[in-house]
């Protein structure tokens, strides 16, 4: 399957709180949908974000790839204190282009941030998440499987079929 989408993982915070961290005072209304997890997390849409909890993690899908990596900002502003006391996980999946990566957030600030383009690092700071060192890539390097190991060393849960989305419109 190619993946081409991006989410963003909030711990301790509702899916509304991750949402607000995502998109500030742009809206994002609740349709009254509910999605699988194969549909937020693969689906085409470019003007809808997928929003669940999962454990104590909300987690929202971006499939238009506009807010996810964009995070940093937002943590760094501390949209009204979503950020302050928690960690965020933003990863984005683009096989179209052979782009995979992540940033990890502590506290509002970046402690980690990987991104590789066609195998090769152009974005990396922070030290490596313990995990990093115990996936075995491919000879291509780095893909959705890569970041679907640090998804769930982060978060403690992988994809999971079962898992019902909250579609909001932007």
Do not use: C, K
């Not at 964009?70 to 949209?79: E, L, M, P, T, Y």
């Not at 179209?96 to 957030?105: A, N, P, Q, R």
């Not at 075995?136 to 992988?158: H, K, N, Q, R, Y």
């Amino acid at each position: 399957m190619g993946w081409n989408t991006s989410a963003v993982f909030v711990a301790d915070r509702t899916p509304q709180q991750a949402l607000t961290l995502l998109v500030g005072d742009e809206h994002a209304d609740q349709v009254g949908e509910l999605v699988t997890a194969d549909a937020a997390t693969s689906g085409l849409r470019g003007d809808v974000l997928y929003a669940a909890q999962t454990g104590g993690w909300s987690q929202v899908w971006d499939p238009s790839m506009r807010y996810a990596m964009g995070i940093g900002q937002a943590a760094a502003g501390d949209r009204i204190g979503i950020a302050a006391g928690t960690r965020i996980l933003t990863v984005i999946f683009a096989s179209v282009s052979s782009t995979y990566g992540f940033e990890v957030f502590d506290d509002g600030a970046l402690t980690r941030a990987v991104v590789y383009a066609d195998g090769e690092p152009v974005v990396e700071s922070g030290e490596p998440l313990p995990v990093e060192s115990t996936i075995t890539l491919p000879s291509w390097g780095p893909d959705e499987d890569f970041v679907w190991s640090v998804i769930e060393a982060v978060t403690g849960f992988g994809h999971q079929d079962e898992q019902l989305f909250a579609v909001h419109q932007l």
